[in-house]
């Protein structure tokens, strides 16, 4: 794992600790080089207990630099495994940061995780 990784991680789980989470990291060390996310798109696992949040509930989060955002989150889409995570009431978001550690937090819900599979678009808001 790099540096830079690690340290995305490291600050990410301090970001998500100060706003109400508990949080830890799930992504797994195969080799010096290569790892594998929790159902192949989560690298951390957080929860916020606060039933008042608009974040409540269990979340895997998948942690990137804020120019691989799109790509993770095409990623996740793609996985077998993200619509049952979802249909078992799990929360998934892709968490990118810029050059000046400001967070993108994007939400990806059950009814574009359906569209990706195949299913119907979701409604527009």
């Given at each position: 794992?790099?540096?830079?990784?690690?340290?995305?991680?490291?600050?990410?789980?301090?970001?998500?600790?100060?706003?109400?989470?508990?949080?830890?990291?799930?992504?797994?060390?195969?080799?010096?080089?290569?790892?594998?996310?929790?159902?192949?798109?989560?690298?951390?696992?957080?929860?916020?207990?606060?039933?008042?949040?608009?974040?409540?509930?269990?979340?895997?989060?998948?942690?990137?630099?804020?120019?691989?955002?799109?790509?993770?989150?095409?990623?996740?889409?793609?996985?077998?495994?993200?619509l049952g995570w979802l249909h078992s009431k799990?929360?998934?978001?892709?968490?990118?940061?810029?050059?000046?550690?400001?967070?993108?937090?994007?939400?990806?819900?059950?009814?574009?995780?359906?569209?990706?599979?195949?299913?119907?678009?979701?409604?527009?808001?």
């Open positions: 794992m790099s540096k830079k990784r690690r340290c995305l991680d490291n600050v990410t789980i301090k970001h998500l600790e100060r706003e109400g989470f508990q949080a830890t990291m799930v992504e797994r060390r195969i080799t010096k080089i290569v790892t594998k996310d929790a159902f192949g798109f989560g690298d951390i696992l957080a929860f916020m207990p606060d039933r008042d949040s608009l974040y409540y509930g269990c979340w895997l989060i998948q942690v990137t630099s804020h120019n691989h955002h799109g790509e993770r989150r095409t990623k996740a889409l793609a996985s077998e495994h993200l799990g929360r998934f978001a892709v968490l990118s940061w810029n050059k000046d550690n400001k967070p993108r937090w994007e939400e990806i819900t059950v009814e574009q995780a359906t569209y990706a599979a195949g299913g119907p678009a979701p409604m527009p808001i």
